[in-house]
């Protein structure tokens, strides 16, 4: 038998309120993932650097990478919210096509009376549009919420109308061009307020080089105040004895992604500066880490999709919440169904066919589970953007689509194979 | 003295931050029933799933001889074949499963992947009457109660061959009857010569009925008692480390006014419209004052609070409820909260918790605007409400974002508990606030509830253990099928005079 005195009362509890600062190597191993998949981007696209010969870091590729995933990142903020809400939403490529053809419709398509006409305006018919997807999604929420229908099925079938409605408003047809401020939203740049600078003028032999002064300004600017956001929040967690993070990998992950950012700034700027989407996606970016990280919006979401019933229990009124989430996400369906047709200048009875499922794999590459209640907007946007380098690079490089398909899914499958292993080792 | 059947040599398992068990030792003799006692979070669970499998062979440190022999389990069925069957904390049945099928589950009585329904029925109906729960085979298990689900798994595990039975603590959710039928279970399976390894925090069941208990605290093997050593205070003092005198703190209770009151409260079945669960109850409780809901399991207290609240449990709900006198609506848990009603469940796995979340966001959760300014969370001060309420219930935790999935049972329970003490309600129901919660930790939430009647609030005790209300309320309302049979002062109640407004209610209802 052992008797042995162990120290009195009742130990091991909340007595060091103070957060203790873990090692380089802990802090690591804690962020793993969100190392992990920042990681697995910068790979795939040196990846791709190498076997394109150059081409990827191309101003005009990158430029065009933007352009081309737009529309998917924009959904992928929308598509997360539902995702860690507990459901999912597979009418969104089918809703951005039919808004995107409506917005063709609202300008070119339909000959409205004079008083009416107002109606064909570009900032009028963008703001119907919008408008349309948040009614079009607030109804399939009002029918998962309220009427528990699984999302599953009301979106599903969503997916099917609206394929429908967009055939048939467009009779068939292609509809377009847009007027040109419409087509500013995909392809516009930011306007030079100050500069251009010209590097190095254009004479025999050599390529001229003209920077976007503005946008590298913007860029500048937006690196500053991030690095600025950062350094606050850390001295105000400091000064409350709850800062893990070690300095030395404080610094040097500021000071990467500044670099990142910067080079990113600087290779766009020095073809036509920064596009006009790419502000748009910023802005909507930043406002969805807000609300998912921030407010008691976003975490409510959290919370309904970890456990319905303890939400429910606790006052949150689960029900209009799902509801609002899927009105968000109708709403940003609508707003990628515009970038989409401005970017192509019509409207096509295919457009957005399919775009669910790579708004849905890039939610789930950025470590959303699939049972709700676990998921980061910043994840979403990486998952959205090595999806969207894979298809550049691997068009570049000739990659016939079929295995372009094939590749894609085995780097989902890759993506959610590493999250559970990781979370099964723990 | 019999044989050593099981030796645990040198245990130590870690997890990322925390060390749950360190050189821990145990050996538990042939046809014995040895008690595994601990507060929350010592490791009594975590040393079962060691010894079981669910925690494979190489992800900790130590040996494990069964039978003489070392074992490295790999998976729970490497135990299952040696005899070893683990009842967990949580029950593992299917609901929509028969009891025949869920006792032959993973284990089918079939030829060629044919299920045999006449072979399964009749071993079921065997193992069933070993157990001595009275059942068809065929009915579904979420039909039946807590207390034959808990004999449901007992005759899966025989059904396995069982040499060395676990019970990760089987008689929390079950009555005081069911929890005498299965203790009376475990020692006709010693005299059978099966052994068994029961985890439990009702020290008397413990006493009652084990030959030698194992203390762990805080990781680590204190003691192992004798029969001739064991008595209840010693047990407590080896546990906690130090001696609990009294085991319910005292108070002066201050009552004023009524504060909460309902009247004519009426409730049916969620599924069967004609049922009446609920049947034209009146309560009342005072400013300062600590009220008891007794009666036995499936009386219908828990489904009577959650109807309260916000119409949480039920349909065609009729009555009134009175706030300071004044009519109030409380038909949806959010308006329940804003007038100040809370409700911290019995059940924190269902309804309690976001297992997949920390604790700090879990704590926070019923009282966001307590933290927030115009929808935004202020971090800081989350960080400080959680880290506070972390102190005052005492969760033993590595900090406040350990995910609560991960927390001791009786830790899980304490953070349901801190995110209703943090809600700051003047009326607080209280289900089953102690299930699972070691005795230390016991005279702490007795002592918080004291403190909440100090300010004045009015609270509600649904509890199962009758000496636990009798130790802290002030006056006592007794239930039974449904229906309040009884009401008196706490000072001169007594066990007996509980059971007996039971009994008399039931000779009525005949
Ligand atoms: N998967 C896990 N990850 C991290 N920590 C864990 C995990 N499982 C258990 N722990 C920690 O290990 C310790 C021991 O937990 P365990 O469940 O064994 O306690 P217990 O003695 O059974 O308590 P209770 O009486 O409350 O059931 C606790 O501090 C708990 O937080
Ligand atoms: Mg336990």
Redesign the pocket.
């Known amino acids: 038998m052992t008797t042995e005195t162990a120290p009195s009362g009742i130990t091991?509890t909340g007595e060091k309120v103070k957060v203790q600062e873990l090692s380089v190597w802990g802090a690591l191993q804690a962020n793993m993932r969100d190392y992990g998949l920042m990681l697995a981007l910068i790979l795939i696209m040196l990846f791709f650097q190498y076997f394109t010969n150059g081409v990827l870091f191309k101003p005009v590729n990158l430029t065009n990478i933007i352009l081309q995933n737009s529309y998917i990142i924009v959904m992928a903020l929308g598509m997360l919210l539902v995702i860690v809400a507990g459901h999912i939403d597979l009418s969104v490529g089918s809703v951005s096509g039919f808004v995107g053809a409506l917005a063709a419709m609202l300008m070119v398509g339909w000959r409205f009376p004079p008083e009416l006409a107002f109606l064909a305006n570009p900032f009028v018919a963008g703001a119907i549009c919008i408008v349309v997807g948040a009614v079009i999604g607030a109804a399939q929420g009002y029918l998962i919420a309220y009427h528990k229908i699984p999302s599953f099925i009301v979106t599903l079938a969503g997916m099917l109308i609206f394929k429908g409605l967009s055939l048939a408003i467009l009779a068939g047809k292609s509809v377009g061009p847009f007027p040109a401020e419409f087509q500013l939203l995909s392809a516009g740049f930011i306007p030079d307020l100050i500069g251009p600078t010209t590097l190095v003028a254009a004479s025999e032999g050599v390529q001229p080089l003209v920077l976007h002064t503005t946008s590298l300004v913007i860029a500048i600017i937006g690196v500053v105040a991030m690095i600025g956001f950062a350094i606050h929040g850390r001295s105000r967690r400091k000064a409350r004895g709850y800062e893990s993070e070690p300095f030395g990998l404080f610094v040097a992950k500021n000071l990467v992604i500044a670099a990142i950012v910067l080079f990113f700034g600087y290779m766009l700027a020095s073809y036509r500066g920064l596009p006009n989407v790419l502000v748009v996606m910023a802005l909507l970016i930043a406002l969805f880490v807000f609300i998912t990280k921030r407010m008691t919006f976003g975490r409510r979401i959290y919370a309904l999709g970890g456990n319905l019933k303890a939400a429910a229990l606790s006052g949150i009124k689960t029900e209009r919440l799902t509801f609002y989430v899927f009105a968000i996400m109708g709403a940003l369906a609508a707003l990628a169904g515009m970038i989409y047709a401005a970017r192509l200048n019509s409207a096509t009875p295919k457009a957005g066919q399919g775009l669910e499922l790579d708004v849905i794999a890039s939610v789930f590459i950025g470590g959303a589970s699939a049972l709700g209640g676990v998921g980061a907007v910043a994840g979403a946007v990486i998952g959205a953007f090595i999806m969207g380098v894979m298809n550049n690079g691997m068009s570049i490089m000739g990659v016939n689509i079929d295995w372009q398909q094939m590749i894609k899914g085995i780097v989902l499958l890759a993506a959610v194979f590493f999250d559970l292993y990781n979370k099964n080792k723990? | 003295m019999s044989e050593t059947i099981l030796e645990m040599r040198g245990i130590t398992k870690t997890?990322?931050?925390?060390k749950?068990?360190q050189d821990v030792n145990l050996d538990v003799r042939e046809a014995e029933i040895h008690a595994i006692v601990?507060?929350?979070?010592?490791?009594?669970?975590?040393?079962m799933?060691v010894l079981s499998g669910v925690y494979p062979a190489g992800s900790y440190d130590g040996q494990i001889v069964y039978k003489g022999q070392e074992q490295h389990f790999k998976s729970i069925r490497d135990s299952e074949h040696v005899g070893i069957v683990i009842i967990h904390?949580e029950l593992a049945l299917v609901p929509l499963l028969s009891i025949a099928e869920n006792i032959f589950l993973g284990n089918e009585q079939a030829k060629a992947g044919i299920v045999d329904w006449d072979e399964t029925r009749d071993g079921a109906r065997k193992l069933l009457s070993m157990v001595g729960l009275k059942e068809d085979p065929d009915t579904l298990v979420t039909n039946i109660g807590v207390g034959k689900q808990q004999l449901v798994e007992i005759a899966k595990a025989l059904s396995k061959e069982v040499k060395l039975l676990i019970l990760?603590?089987p008689t929390a959710s079950l009555s005081e009857k069911d929890s005498a039928a299965l203790l009376d279970l475990l020692v006709e399976f010693r005299r059978q010569g099966i052994t068994s390894i029961l985890?439990s925090?009702k020290l008397n069941e413990i006493s009652k009925v084990a030959d030698r208990i194992t203390v762990?605290r805080d990781?680590r093997t204190i003691e192992t008692m004798n029969k001739e050593q064991i008595s209840e205070d010693r047990i407590i003092t080896s546990m906690v480390g130090r001696s609990l005198d009294d085991r319910y703190p005292g108070r002066t209770p201050q009552i004023g006014e009524v504060v909460f009151e309902v009247k004519n409260w009426s409730v049916y079945h969620p599924q069967h419209r004609d049922r009446q669960v609920i049947k034209n109850i009146d309560i009342n409780i005072r400013k300062g004052e600590v009220v008891g809901i007794a009666g036995l399991m499936g009386s219908g207290r828990t489904e009577f609070a959650m109807s309260l609240f916000g119409k949480s449990y039920g349909q065609k709900i009729s009555g009134e409820v009175f706030l300071h006198g004044k009519k109030v609506d409380t038909s949806s848990v959010g308006k329940a909260v804003s007038h100040g009603i809370a409700y911290a469940t019995e059940d924190r796995k269902t309804y309690g918790l976001n297992l997949i979340d920390h604790i700090k966001h879990n704590t926070t959760l019923a009282n966001l605007a307590g933290v927030s300014k115009f929808g935004v969370i202020d971090d800081m001060a989350e960080m400080d409400v959680a880290n506070d309420y972390r102190k005052r219930t005492n969760i033993?935790?590595?900090s406040v974002y350990?995910?609560t999935?991960?927390?001791?049972?009786?830790?899980?329970q304490k953070v349901v508990l801190s995110k209703w003490l943090f809600a700051n309600p003047e009326v607080l129901i209280l289900d089953e606030p102690t299930r699972?919660?070691?005795v230390g930790a016991k005279y702490e939430i007795y002592t918080i509830i004291n403190q909440l009647a100090a300010q004045g609030k009015a609270i509600l005790v649904i509890s199962s253990e009758m000496p636990e209300l009798l130790g802290i309320t002030d006056r006592l309302y007794v239930m039974n099928e449904g229906r309040m049979v009884g009401e008196m002062p706490t000072a001169e109640a007594s066990q007996e005079k509980i059971m007996r407004a039971i009994v008399r209610a039931e000779g009525k209802a005949s």
């Open positions: 091991a723990a | 997890f990322p931050g925390v749950a068990l601990g507060e929350n979070g010592a490791g009594k669970s975590t040393l799933k904390q990760d603590e985890i925090h762990i990781g033993r935790s590595s350990q995910v999935g991960n927390l001791s049972g009786g830790n899980q699972g919660i070691d």
